[in-house]
């Protein structure tokens, strides 16, 4: 039985957010005392062990605005050069956890200074890099701070895919001289029992694929002993967790080795009979979705709204309309929001309009303040309708609340770039829509080259940069995965590839999997997407 004897002496109890989650006394980090201070030695926090590393964590609570400087004091006697916060600052208009960093500039945290020096957000998480440096010492020293932003409020994340890559990216910028990393999540915790769930997923998942899935109960039966850890459901999203990092394995490659990464993927693999390209993709078809995920989608009200009865958008990522009053399921659109890389919500993957449901995605343009249409289709192909013409051509058109004008047609060498003037007759408000027609896909296949279809993805981001609201932009084909999963995903590799300097398509189409179903549908579309990363990588000398 273990005793958490400092944790309850009356100086230190004002230093636990809980009465009931508490430091137990064999494993508490014990900071260096500070003359004349009773109860100076005193944090809540606990080393964890990982899987080949003696104390490799430290789980941590929330820290209190009165030991703010206990933390950094902690973060800097520790030499911990990472911080991983699984917890928003607030929810719902609630507090979960107070800032304990400065928003910019410089603060001083009892004995540590602290600069913020630069902040990257990203779709699920935000990389924060502060300078820290001790009141009398010379040195400085440079720590990071990983904020996981994709945790629900409540339970676990529908799919660990988001959370796998989270966790890659900090164990491959944790240097490997430096002290634990220290793991602290949310404000309020429902009981001991729940609370310690981000150090014991942190070290679960370091096992990563050497896991026998057998040892997932022993291994969290130590991590309990040091600090409680998880409720059902945590635990249930551990073994899914490391189920997928065992059969998925990590397909993240360097910039610099993706020609090499290809040229195996061409390969037939031993034993296999087929390439590990289509082997990869077979992979990525294991995970299929159930049929309980579409609900509005299958409402006989709505069932005439999907061009093809088996692409319809997941219930959690569809875009909702706004409802029309008396009018059964005017909230339905086959739409789902699909998340960047920068930004959640920074697409609308969609299929092309038919002529009952245009009226529908000009409401939904408008409603999400959606300037920028990408179009992947003709609207007719191989002698059959792919998408109605949903746009006016010559004179302006009402379409519901709303009146199209068109303004503009620019022929471009690969693409048609449209621009109208939409303006909602209810009030007379009125913006300027731009619509990129991509004229270059063939109507079986794919491109030959990757090189028009990136600048094409260029152009667009570029218009939307100059011109775009702060809406999502929308982009469809005919049944709004195949050539729209590849614009998206190239569009998330290509800057990833820049910012990074690292590529995975695999993952990346993987998640929009998690949004959207069938996105890039085929073995071809899932090879064009390595071709066009590899092609847009020739374009930069140093990587080349």
């Given at each position: ?18 009465a ?15 003359e ?11 080393y964890?062990?990982?899987?080949r ?5 430290i789980?941590t ?24 916060m699984?917890?928003?600052l ?11 960093w ?5 603060d ?9 020096l630069d ?8 990389v ?32 660990p ?11 491959t ?11 602290h ?17 942190e ?14 109960y ?9 600090r ?5 459901d ?6 899914d ?5 065992v ?23 031993v ?5 590990g390209m289509?082997l ?10 159930h ?30 309309l706004q409802p029309?009053r ?23 993957a969609?299929?092309?309009p038919?002529a ?15 300037t920028?249409?990408?179009?992947l ?39 048609i ?8 007759a ?6 300027t829509?731009?619509q ?8 079986q296949?794919?491109p ?9 993805i260029g152009?667009v ?18 049944a709004g ?7 998206i995903?190239?569009?998330i590799v290509?800057?990833?590839m820049?910012y990074?300097?690292?590529?995975d398509?695999f ?11 069938a ?26």
């Amino acid at each position: 039985q273990f005793t958490w004897e400092h944790s309850n002496l009356e100086v230190n109890k004002p230093k636990n957010r809980y009465a009931n989650v508490i430091a137990y006394d064999h494993s508490r980090v014990i900071l260096l005392p500070i003359e004349g201070i009773v109860g100076s030695d005193y944090i809540n926090a606990n080393y964890i062990d990982g899987y080949r590393k003696q104390n490799a964590y430290i789980a941590t609570q929330g820290p209190l605005p009165e030991t703010f400087g206990d933390f950094w004091r902690m973060v800097w006697e520790q030499r911990s050069a990472t911080i991983v916060m699984m917890t928003k600052l607030e929810e719902k208009s609630r507090i979960k956890c107070d800032q304990y960093w400065p928003g910019r500039g410089t603060d001083t945290y009892g004995m540590i200074q602290v600069t913020l020096l630069d902040t990257i957000e990203l779709a699920t998480f935000c990389v924060r890099t502060f300078s820290l440096h001790k009141n009398g010492s010379s040195e400085k020293r440079e720590v990071r701070q990983f904020q996981f932003t994709a945790w629900p409020d409540h339970g676990v994340p529908e799919y660990p895919t988001p959370f796998l890559a989270f966790l890659r990216r900090v164990k491959t910028c944790n240097p490997p001289d430096a002290g634990p990393i220290v793991v602290h999540c949310r404000y309020r915790f429902p009981s001991p029992s729940s609370c310690r769930g981000p150090s014991a997923r942190e070290a679960a998942v370091e096992k990563d694929v050497d896991v026998r899935l057998g040892d997932v109960y022993s291994l969290l039966a130590s991590t309990q002993q040091v600090r409680a850890v998880l409720s059902k459901d945590q635990y249930s999203f551990i073994h899914d967790a490391l189920l997928e990092a065992v059969a998925c394995g990590n397909t993240e490659v360097p910039a610099r080795n993706l020609y090499t990464y290809i040229q195996k993927l061409a390969q037939i693999e031993v034993g296999e009979h087929v390439t590990g390209m289509e082997l990869e993709f077979k992979r990525l078809a294991n995970s299929k979705a159930h049929t309980s995920r579409f609900i509005s989608a299958n409402l006989p009200c709505n069932k005439f709204k999907n061009r093809l009865v088996n692409i319809m958008p997941y219930e959690t990522t569809r875009v909702c309309l706004q409802p029309i009053r008396g009018v059964e399921g005017s909230d339905y659109i086959n739409a789902s929001f699909i998340d960047g890389y920068r930004q959640q919500k920074a697409y609308i993957a969609t299929q092309g309009p038919l002529a009952e449901t245009t009226e529908d995605f000009w409401r939904m343009l408008w409603e999400n303040n959606s300037t920028i249409v990408v179009m992947l289709t003709k609207l007719r192909e191989m002698g059959r309708e792919k998408c109605h013409q949903y746009w006016p051509a010559e004179r302006s058109a009402r379409y519901q609340y709303f009146v199209v004008d068109p303004m503009a047609e620019y022929n471009m060498p690969q693409y048609i770039l449209r621009e109208f003037k939409v303006t909602d007759a209810r009030d007379g408000q009125s913006r300027t829509v731009r619509q990129f027609q991509f004229t270059d896909w063939p109507e079986q296949g794919v491109p030959k080259s990757g090189e028009g279809f990136i600048d094409f993805i260029g152009q667009v981001h570029k218009t939307k940069e100059q011109f775009g609201q702060d809406g999502p932009i929308s982009v469809h084909c005919s049944a709004g995965v195949g050539r729209t999963g590849v614009f998206i995903t190239l569009s998330i590799v290509l800057e990833r590839m820049r910012y990074e300097g690292v590529v995975d398509i695999f993952q990346t189409v993987k998640m929009l999997r998690t949004q959207r179903p069938a996105m890039v549908q085929t073995e071809d579309e899932y090879q064009f997407c390595y071709q066009a990363a590899l092609e847009y990588l020739g374009s930069f000398d140093h990587y080349a």
